[in-house]
Each structure stands twice: as structure tokens, then as C-alpha cells.
Nanobody, 121 residues
């Protein structure tokens, strides 16, 4: 069973930086997409950044030029480097993976438990 565990959230001042990590356990045959979403209080969950099928990346307009998604050398870790943080970046950040565990399984949607990021002075 695939599990995702996020870490790295916390309280940071405006203009500061944080790096989030998402570690995957469990085997996966095919990854269609892996990335980060966020949900602020009273708002819908939204895409932040993701690796998409074909090898490309997708970023929300609000974070372009400030956030960078990357993979670890072990390939089971995805990072989100967040620079120039703003109060409006405050949210719970979730790691998401869309993929198949084996040839006989369907494509599933996996989520981590989330990590809180608070940007405040």
C-alpha cells in the first residue's frame, strides 16, 4: 500500500523560506502525477506544483518564480522549495500521487496527511 508522509512545515516570517518533503513508502509501478496541493481555511484545495506525465511540471500562477518542485536522488522523495513566502501562502500543504501499484490495479489517487505552513510576522 502506497503511503505519503509530508514534513517541513512550520511558522515563517514573510519573505522567508521553507522546504517541504514528501516521502513515499510502498511500491508503485507507474506514476502519472506527483506533486503538492494546499488548502487554506475556508478555501478549496488547489494545485501548487506537480510533476506531470511526460516529464513536465505544472505550477500555480501564484507561486511561479517562488516555489520549486524537485525529486530526491532516491526517487521516492519529492520536495517543494518555497521562497519569498507571503501570508497568503498560509495553508495546509498536501502531497498527492496519482498512479498504479501494479499491472492489475487501477489508477489510484493517494494523499498524505498534510503539513501546516503559516506565514506571519
Amino acid at each position: 500500500q502506497v503511503q505519503l508522509v509530508e514534513s517541513g512545515g512550520g511558522l515563517v516570517q514573510p519573505g522567508g523560506s521553507l522546504r517541504l518533503s514528501c516521502v513515499r513508502s510502498g511500491s508503485i509501478l507507474l506514476i502519472n502525477e506527483i506533486g503538492w496541493y494546499r488548502q487554506a481555511p475556508g478555501k478549496q484545495r488547489e494545485l501548487v506544483a506537480a510533476f506531470i506525465s511526460g516529464g513536465g511540471t505544472n505550477y500555480a500562477d501564484a507561486v511561479k518564480g517562488r516555489f520549486t518542485i524537485s525529486r530526491g536522488t532516491a526517487r521516492n522523495t519529492v520536495y517543494l522549495q518555497m521562497n519569498s513566502l507571503k501570508p497568503e501562502d498560509t495553508a495546509v500543504y498536501y502531497c498527492q500521487l496519482v498512479g498504479r501499484e501494479n499491472l492489475s490495479s487501477r489508477t489510484n489517487d493517494y494523499w498524505g496527511q498534510g503539513t501546516q505552513v503559516t506565514v506571519s510576522s
